[in-house]
């Protein structure tokens, strides 16, 4: 399985499975049947609601034998509500207690969005905090102290641009080992991806198959499938291979981690394959040419009436 340096020399597997908008019964068996067939790499969150039956998966692949805890990477995420520095370790041991883990091996700060505390999903305008009110420095500075209580081996961002990672870095001093950002061949991001590069910091890309399965009210009417996009399809056909498979060698041959979502054993053990898939320097010459800077998950759901942000205010 490749692996990619973080920035104290640790080997982060490259390739993983995502959970968002997996349901709770499937993503026990999407898990358990992953790590049966070769997966290391288990991206988790709070707020995926489904925590406790990811954990049941990988409990059971351990006590299988199928795999020890030192074999697996475990990801999970900081939810929104809990940014104030009193909030963060409780968070991360109430995720610890639904996973069923002692430790996860990389923690997350979901979103550089801040809501008052246990409000899972903001309906009023005073269910936000700006981050005027509650800055993104000392929620940092509270989830690098988690490396020192072993609740986590690495901390790291995710949905961070450029400017906020260096905001973070420059009050705190601590570099995240990882910043989680969609990114696929619509979205390329190259001018980021440059930036962290300079600071260390690995990408890992979500939404790598362009997250068809998200409901309605988060799609463009006007949006474009990536699985369908003809470039893609052309490549796939020249090799034998889906278009899921070219899209997530591309991400790896991109230097990123990688964390398709599937609950579906077939395209589990397919998703996996592609690890295997090589292309060519014309295979990346034209899927480079795809870039549309264009967002599946933009954000939008943070800017409803009377939000502190806007679209703008949050990838800036
Ligand atoms: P399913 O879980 O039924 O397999 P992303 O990782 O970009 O968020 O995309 C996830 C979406 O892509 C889900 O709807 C998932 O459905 C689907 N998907 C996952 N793997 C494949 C594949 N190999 N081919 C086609 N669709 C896939």
């Known amino acids: 399985m490749k692996t990619l340096t973080l920035l104290d020399g640790t080997a982060f597997p490259a390739f993983g499975l995502g959970t968002w908008l997996s349901a709770p019964d499937a993503v026990y068996r999407a898990v358990r049947v992953a790590i049966e067939r070769g997966y290391r790499h288990i991206d988790a969150a709070w707020i995926y609601l489904n925590e406790e039956e990811v954990g049941r998966g990988i409990g059971e692949a351990i006590a299988a034998g199928d795999v020890t805890r030192e074999d697996l990477w475990v990801t999970t995420k900081l939810w929104n509500d809990c940014h104030a520095p009193e909030h963060v370790q409780p968070a991360l041991e109430r995720s610890l207690k639904l996973l069923g883990l002692d430790y996860v091996d990389l923690y997350l700060m979901h979103w550089p969005v801040a809501l008052q505390h246990k409000v899972v999903r903001p309906k009023t305008a005073e269910q936000y905090l700006s981050l005027d009110e509650c800055p993104l420095p000392p929620t940092w500075e509270a989830m690098a102290k988690l490396t020192e209580s072993g609740l986590t081996k690495q901390v790291g961002v995710s949905n961070f641009s450029a400017s906020k990672i260096a905001q973070i870095v420059d009050a705190v001093g601590v570099t995240p080992a990882v910043n989680q950002i969609e990114l696929h061949p619509y979205l390329q991001q190259d001018a980021l991806l440059a930036a962290m590069k300079a600071r260390g910091i690995v990408a890992t890309a979500y939404a790598p198959l362009g997250s068809g399965g998200r409901p309605a009210g988060m799609k463009r009417e006007d949006e474009t499938s990536l ?5 893609i399809a052309g490549i796939a056909a020249r090799h ?5 498979q070219v899209l997530i060698a591309w991400a790896l041959a991109r230097g990123t981690a990688v964390i398709p979502k599937s609950t579906n054993a077939d395209r589990i053990a397919a998703n996996l394959a592609a690890t295997e898939l090589e292309l060519s320097p014309g295979d990346m010459q034209a899927i480079a040419g795809l870039d549309e ?13 009377g939000s502190p942000y806007t679209v703008d205010s949050l990838w800036a």
């Open 240 to 244: 034998g291979k889906s278009a899921a």
């Open 293 to 305: 800077g264009a967002r599946y998950v933009d954000g939008g759901f943070w800017c409803t009436t």
């Open 227 to 231: 699985l369908d996009d003809p470039t």
